[in-house]
């Protein structure tokens, strides 16, 4: 109801398209991961290539010949180009794993080498146009869901026996289909997910203690080095939590555009009324930014443009 509001009092749902003119359709929907990461600052981010479709042999030697070229090592994080919510991320150990990957989805893939963090931060940002800096609108803390092993239990067991992750099981089931016997050792750790997403199991905490000066211009310049990016939000690893509070230690694993979330709003210990709040507040940005770019020549996709991407991804099947 509230976007309904804003698409009318700002002539149109389509306005949200020129939030981000240097993104395709904004960054709304189906906007391609690679493009994006390659306008970013090289040293601010995890490099990474794009598999375009082509038969199973040809893709993986791609793959082994920029691992070479590049020198990257086992493992590598293998996603679609185009996706959301984590689907169809992949941890590959081996060249095994991505011939398997690559078999079977057909798509655009994107492939990195693997930042073992262990921390990830998803950071939302925003710069009206004019404004000579951008301000972080909120920080999401993420925290990787793991099981810690007694000697005595499944790994099925410790999912089942966690107040959370039996909620998901699901999920960690399907993605550990093949070690769900095996008994873990007494105080072992085993990490159930490597996307730092909501919908893999991943637990978003409101992350407000991180942002700092240092971190906040830091952010604005990588984003102001991206030629019409306006809002959106970073997904970030990084090794050493003062070092990041500093603005000195950033992975960027991707950029989401004008319809990404400010993911705080998932932290189990925050209340419905103050996520609905944030919500509001983050729409009323992407609209204003959007209506102010059209106002200086941003081009603004139609809304039956608009309404056609987001039918085509609901009703797409993960290819993954």
């Known amino acids: 109801m509230w976007i309904a509001y804003l698409a009318v009092k700002h002539r149109g749902l389509s306005t949200i398209t020129a939030a981000n ?33 082509a038969d199973a042999f040809s893709r993986v030697q791609a793959v082994v010949n920029a691992m070479a070229g590049a020198k990257w090592a086992f493992p590598l994080v293998l996603k679609p180009d185009v996706g959301q919510r984590g689907l169809g991320v992949k941890l590959a150990s081996s060249v095994k794993d991505i011939e398997a990957y690559l078999i079977k989805g057909t798509g655009p893939v994107l492939v990195q080498p693997y930042h073992d963090g262990p921390f990830e931060a998803g950071i939302f940002y925003y710069r009206m146009p004019g404004w000579p800096r951008g301000r972080i609108l909120s920080i999401t803390d993420k925290h990787f869901p793991f099981v810690v092993g007694d000697g005595r239990s499944t790994l099925a067991d410790l999912i089942w026996s966690h107040p959370r992750y039996r909620m998901q099981t699901r999920t960690f089931f399907e993605r550990h289909r093949g070690a769900l016997d095996r008994v873990p050792a007494d105080g072992e750790r085993v990490q159930l997910a490597v996307a730092g997403n909501h919908a893999q199991g991943t637990v978003f905490r409101d992350g407000r203690h991180l942002v700092t000066p240092a971190l906040e211009a830091r952010i604005d310049a990588i984003a102001q080095s991206f030629g019409g990016f306006c809002v959106g939000r970073f997904a970030v690893r990084y090794r050493d939590v003062d070092a990041f509070k500093a603005g000195l230690d950033l992975a960027i694993v991707e950029l989401n555009g004008a319809t990404a979330e400010p993911t705080d709003i998932y932290d189990p210990d925050g209340s419905l009324l103050a996520a609905y709040r944030q919500l509001f507040r983050q729409w009323s940005i992407v609209f204003r930014i959007g209506a102010a770019n059209r106002a200086r020549g941003a081009p603004v996709s139609s809304d039956p443009r608009v309404l056609a991407l987001v039918g085509a991804h609901l009703r797409s099947p993960s290819p993954f």
Do not use: A, C, F
């Open 21 to 53: 003119p240097g993104m395709t359709d904004g960054g709304t929907v189906g906007e391609s991961k690679h493009e994006i990461l390659v306008r970013l600052p090289l040293e601010w981010t995890i490099p990474s290539m794009l598999v375009q479709p």
